[in-house]
C-alpha cells in the first residue's frame, strides 16, 4: 500500500540532487508532486522520471526568493491541484569565501536562497495545508547548521537561523496536525560537492570525517523524507534528524 495517496507535495530545488531524489521517492509512494526551480528543462527531465514509474508531476518555473514569484507559483499549484499537504524546502545554495571576501549581494543571495524562501514558501502554502488534519513541512538543513567548516559563514548562519525556523514553526503548527522537521545531511554526492569530490585531496578529508567511510547516495534522502511523511511519523515535529554517516558523532 502506498503511504501518500491523494497527498500533493510541493518540493523547491527539485531539478537535480536531493530534491530530484525527494520527488521520485515521494512519487513512488502515491504522492503528486508540484516541481520547483528554475531550470526549466531539468524539471522536465524529472518530470518525466515521475511519469515513468506512474506518477503524478507538474513543473513549476520559479524564483522562491522572489515575493511575487511565490505568489504567483502558490495560484497555479492550487489552480491545478486544489489542494497541498506536503511542502519540501529544498532550494539552497553555498558560496564557500572568507568573511572579508563576501560583498553584501553575495551574502543576501545565500539569506535569500536558504532561508528567505522557506519564510515565503511557508506564508503562501500553510493556509492552504490547514484544516486537513494532516500536513508535513521538512526544511533542508545542513550538518553545518551543528558543526561547521573555514569559509562557510553565510551557509552555517543561514542554516542554524532555519533550525529555528523550523522549531518555532514546528510549535506554531502543531495544533493543525501539521509536522515541521529538518533533514541535516552530511556530505552527498549531489552537483553541489562535486569541486570537493573530484578534488582528491578535499575528498580524503571529507571522507576522514566519516566513520562509515562513504558518501552518502542521495535515494538515501528520498527514503527518509518518504518516511517523515508518512503516517508513522506523525510524532516527530520540531527536530532536526541528522544524515550524516556519523559525522557529528565523531
Known amino acids: 500500500m502506498k503511504t501518500l495517496e491523494n497527498k500533493v507535495a510541493v518540493i523547491t530545488g527539485a531539478s537535480r540532487g536531493l530534491g530530484r531524489a525527494m520527488a521520485l521517492a515521494l512519487a513512488e509512494q502515491g504522492a503528486s508532486i508540484a516541481l520547483v526551480a528554475r531550470d526549466a528543462a531539468a524539471l522536465t527531465e524529472v518530470s518525466a522520471a515521475i511519469q515513468a514509474i506512474g ?16 505568489a504567483a ?7 491545478r491541484f486544489g489542494k497541498v499537504q506536503i511542502l519540501v524546502n529544498n532550494a539552497g545554495m553555498n558560496l564557500r569565501k572568507k568573511i572579508h571576501e563576501f ?7 545565500v539569506t535569500n536562497t536558504n532561508l528567505t524562501s522557506v519564510f515565503l514558501m511557508c506564508r503562501a502554502f500553510v493556509p492552504h495545508m490547514k484544516g486537513q488534519g494532516y500536513g508535513r513541512i521538512i526544511n533542508m538543513t545542513s550538518i553545518m547548521a551543528h558543526v561547521s567548516l573555514p569559509e562557510r559563514t553565510a551557509y552555517s548562519s543561514t542554516k542554524a537561523a532555519l533550525l529555528g525556523l523550523t522549531k518555532s514553526l ?13 533533514i541535516s545531511p552530511g556530505p552527498f554526492l549531489t552537483e553541489m560537492n562535486l569541486a570537493i569530490s573530484n578534488d582528491a585531496e578535499k575528498n580524503a578529508m571529507f571522507l576522514s570525517k566519516i566513520p562509515v567511510g562513504r558518501w552518502g547516495k542521495v535515494e538515501e534522502i528520498g527514503s527518509l523524507a518518504a518516511y517523515i511523511c508518512s503516517d508513522a511519523a506523525g510524532f516527530i515535529t520540531g527536530t532536526d534528524i541528522l544524515i550524516d554517516g556519523g559525522w557529528c558523532a565523531s
Open 55 to 70: 506518477g503524478t508531476a507538474e513543473t513549476y518555473v520559479a524564483d522562491v526568493t522572489d515575493e511575487a514569484s511565490v
Open 103 to 109: 560583498t553584501l549581494e553575495e551574502w543576501m543571495r
Open 170 to 182: 514546528a510549535m506554531e503548527l502543531a495544533p493543525d496536525n501539521i509536522t515541521v522537521v529538518g
Open 73 to 79: 507559483l502558490e495560484a497555479a499549484v492550487i489552480a
